[in-house]
């Protein structure tokens, strides 16, 4: 290695001085959601408390793209109903998830506020109800309907 | 224009620096780690509080709503209460402030201000919740619609019974509540995490920069060395390290000068190759760390001593070396120099104080008195002897031998016959044994010898030799050679000075064709017989008919003649009388202590004897004279005329006689000494005695007795 040892100290230093910036960017590696392929994105927006998504779908694979507007947490179920009246717990104010679990297509766990997820699932024909099922949000406002055609 | 970098810096303190950053680097990620952990503990303070005053809502939530419901039966419960903590302790979470107690449960608790957009937009919801829970509740109790109510949570409940649209704000809230405290757990948890992994970010940038760092430290002062090495080993300079335990550093230069390895010269072998007379020096040196300036010899590679100057550095205090440093550098050029200019010098102090000497002597005799003290000063052992060729140069005499010791006793006969003589120059025999050793050497009386032998010329002639012997072997040393040489060129110098100087004093003084003296010689002589005042016969002789013999026989047998006669008379007269040839045929005759009648005598016998004389192929001649003694004159030119009256009286006479002079009574003039030296002829009309005057040498006064 050439060149007096003053160079070499500095050219030291500069690399020593960006060596954490690169391993803090590293660690903080990205997580945005990527685009699937031959699948149609519906954009879903929860938020305190209500669900804004789309009310129509065609029928097939679709990346329900979630985002958590928060404040509070917030999951996703997808129900596919005939009754968009869904059946209560007998605590008067839950869905009885149990009833409806055999129609149920897919689902989110509670999301924290400002996270965006995907879930992808296979919608045939039929209604549907998204609804976010936590004590009281869907009593609260949070259920949104959906009919997905042929 | 030279790059800084480019620069050949061995004594940069670049390492220096290097380590102050290595100790900067270590300092900064100490303190930022401390920071870090500081600020992480001072966020994580009072979570817990926070965590329980959270959870608390919940509860009370839930104790709202049966408190609510119990009212509304009519039993005894305080809704109002309660509405009021859950507010307060809602704008506490919030903002910050005092959480106020539960009866029979807690203390007041006081809160920070919540942090970050999403805990905050939690606790904010919390409390719109709760206000509208609270409203809802009165709602309840008032037995009002509760279609009328407030939604500022953005809830959609108006389709709700009143109590339905209580339990599901009280559950809304309990959950936001619930999901607040996890916001404030995960935050924590990243909080932590973060830490975690920033410590381990800073600690692993720490040591690498660290690493790097000592790296550079490491390759710069291989650098310096590998500068100093090659500074220390491209140096002529020899260096050597001596410890406790003999040599412990040699540098390069001395390895190529002795010729070993290190490993050789280490501990004990590096004195071996210094000269046994220095090594109490170096042994000094070893254990005092002195002197400061010594000089060593030290044998190299092919037997040769070198000689040194070093220079003694005592390091046996610095833990570091533990021993003396010798710097030396080969001065051998110098040390030959010297030692040839000092012999130079004591050779031409013995050239000079010789030749001054040598000037000092005027004969022979004394010249080699001189050779003789300067053989001593030659050498006291040494047996020494100078052989001279006489001055027919063709028999060789032992003129000088060493004092002190015995002659070396040449039986070279003939200058000719010396090897050293025809060469011309000094011829050095280290044994008389070898084949081409001088055979004049064999079989001489001490046994087999080494020998020197140094002709002595003078202007290109062979004079003799100077010749000396020694051990067999072992010839003298080369200073004494030239010693040798320095005395033969001056012993032959002078010899010749002083044979030639001889040489000239006697033709000088005498008559070339008799031998005799010469006119002026005599009168010399005779001016110091006068001044001592001691009587003296004085008589002038001329050959008879010496012109008829030169013009019948020719010169030649004139010049026979005048040597025969003189021949004669030296053959008469005793070793004091005085005879010179005067010029031409006539002689004067000095006969000390004798009268003019004893004088006669003697002249009657030259005549005699020269009557007897064979001759040889000269003819038969006769002889006159005339005498007189210092009776009869006053001065020299009246015995001069009186002599020379009797001459004319025994020509008249009928020569081949001996007649004694009348004294004139004519009063002389002072003239005299001219009609002696004067080319004019005298009064007497004596024409001879004039044709002898020696016009060589006009010395008008040469008759001045006075």
Not at chain 2, 141 to 170: C, F, K, W, Y
Not at chain 2, 667 to 696: C, F, K, M, N
């Amino acid at each position: 290695m050439g060149g007096s040892p003053q160079i070499l100290l500095r050219k030291t230093l500069v690399v020593l001085a960006t060596a954490p910036v690169v391993l803090l960017v590293a660690a903080c590696g990205s997580t945005a959601p990527v685009k699937p392929a031959n699948a149609a994105i519906a954009a879903v927006t929860e938020g305190d408390f209500a669900i804004t998504a789309p009310t129509q779908l065609k029928a097939g694979n679709v990346v329900l793209r979630v985002h958590n507007n928060g404040p509070d947490e917030h999951e996703l179920i997808v129900v596919r109903v005939r009754d968009p009246r869904l059946p209560l717990r007998a605590d008067g104010f839950t869905v009885d998830e149990e009833a409806i679990q055999r129609s149920e297509p897919g689902s989110l766990v509670p999301g924290q506020p400002g996270s965006t997820r995907d879930l992808r699932i296979n919608l045939k024909p039929g209604r549907y109800v998204l609804l976010c099922n936590m004590a009281g949000h869907y009593l609260g406002g949070m259920h949104s309907n959906l009919v997905v055609t042929q | 224009m030279i790059r800084r970098g480019q620069a050949f810096r061995p004594f940069s303190d670049g390492g220096r620096r290097t380590i102050v950053a290595i100790f900067l680097t270590f300092a900064l990620i100490g303190a930022l780690s401390a920071a870090l952990s500081l600020s992480a503990t001072a966020r994580s303070k009072n979570r817990a509080t926070v965590l329980q005053v959270a959870d608390r809502q919940r509860t009370l939530a839930e104790r709202y709503v049966k408190e609510v419901l119990l009212a509304h039966a009519g039993l005894q419960a305080d809704p109002a209460s309660t509405a009021s903590i859950l507010a307060s302790s809602a704008h506490a979470l919030l903002d910050g402030g005092t959480a106020p107690s539960v009866n029979g449960d807690d203390d007041e608790t006081t809160l920070p201000a919540a942090g970050g957009t999403v805990l905050r937009n939690q606790f904010e919801q919390e409390s719109r919740l709760v206000s509208d829970m609270a409203a809802n509740g009165e709602a309840v109790l008032s037995r009002r619609p509760a279609s009328t109510l407030p939604a500022t949570a953005h809830e959609h409940t108006g389709n709700l019974d009143p109590i339905q649209r209580l339990r599901v704000l009280a559950a809304l809230t309990s959950n936001v509540s619930l999901n607040a405290g996890r916001t404030i757990a995960r935050s924590t948890d990243q909080n932590v995490s973060r830490l975690i992994t920033m410590q381990v970010g800073l600690g692993i940038g720490g040591l690498v920069i660290s690493l790097l760092l000592a790296w550079a430290l490491i390759a710069t002062t291989r650098r310096q060395t590998a500068h100093f090495r090659s500074l220390a080993q491209s140096s002529h300079d020899l260096v050597v390290v001596l410890g406790a335990g003999g040599c412990r550093y040699v540098s390069r230069s001395v390895v190529a000068l002795v010729g070993r390895t290190e490993s050789e010269l280490f501990g004990g072998g590096f004195e071996e190759f210094v000269h046994p007379d220095d090594r109490e020096v170096l042994e000094g040196v070893m254990t005092h760390g002195g002197p400061p300036e010594l000089s060593l010899r030290l044998r190299n590679a092919s037997g040769e001593w070198r000689h040194l100057d070093a220079r003694a550095t005592d390091l046996r205090a610095d833990r570091r070396l533990r021993g003396v440093v010798i710097n030396a550098r080969d001065a051998t050029d110098r040390v030959r120099l010297e030692q040839e200019l000092t012999a130079q010098a004591r050779r031409d102090s013995f050239g000079s104080k010789l030749s001054e000497a040598l000037e000092m002597a005027d004969e022979e005799d004394a010249v080699f008195e001189v050779v003789e003290r300067a053989m001593v000063e030659t050498s006291q052992v040494t047996p020494m002897e100078l052989l001279l060729s006489d001055s027919s140069r063709a028999n060789l005499k032992r003129v000088s031998t060493s004092p002190g010791a015995a002659a070396p006793a040449c039986p070279v006969k003939s200058p000719y016959s010396c090897v050293a003589v025809r060469r011309g120059s000094a011829v050095v025999f280290d044994s008389s044994e070898v084949l081409n050793a001088c055979p004049k050497l064999r079989d001489r009386p001490g046994g087999p010898c080494s020998a020197v032998c140094v002709p002595v010329s003078f202007m290109g002639r062979s004079l003799g030799v100077l010749h000396t012997t020694g051990p067999d072997g072992a010839p003298p040393p080369a200073e004494q050679v030239a010693r040798l040489t320095t005395l033969a060129a001056q012993t032959g110098a002078r010899i010749g000075t002083v044979r030639a100087f001889e040489r000239t004093q006697l033709q000088a003084s005498t008559d070339g064709l008799t031998g005799l003296d010469n006119r002026r010689t005599l009168q010399k002589q005779l001016r110091g017989i006068i001044k001592d005042g001691d009587p003296f016969a004085l008589a002038i002789a001329d050959l008879d008919h010496f012109k008829q013999l030169n013009d019948a026989h020719g010169h030649e047998t004139g010049d026979r003649a005048l040597r025969l006669f003189a021949q004669v008379m030296q053959g008469v007269l005793r070793d004091n009388d005085l005879v010179a040839r005067w010029g031409g045929e006539e002689f004067v005759i000095v006969l000390p202590q004798l009268d003019r009648f004893q004088a006669v005598i003697v002249l009657d016998r030259i005549r005699g004897n020269l009557a007897k004389a064979h001759p040889g192929e000269t003819p038969r001649f006769t002889a006159s004279f005339g005498v007189t003694d210092s009776t009869q004159g006053e001065s020299l030119e009246q015995l001069m005329l009186t002599a020379d009256g009797g001459l004319y009286a025994a020509k008249q006479a009928g020569r081949d006689r001996t007649t004694i002079g009348e004294p004139s009574t004519e009063p002389r003039s002072t003239t005299v000494i001219d009609d002696l030296e004067s080319p004019t002829p005298p009064r007497r009309g004596r024409p001879y005695l004039h044709e002898a005057v020696d016009d060589e040498e006009p010395n008008p006064s040469g008759l001045e007795i006075r």
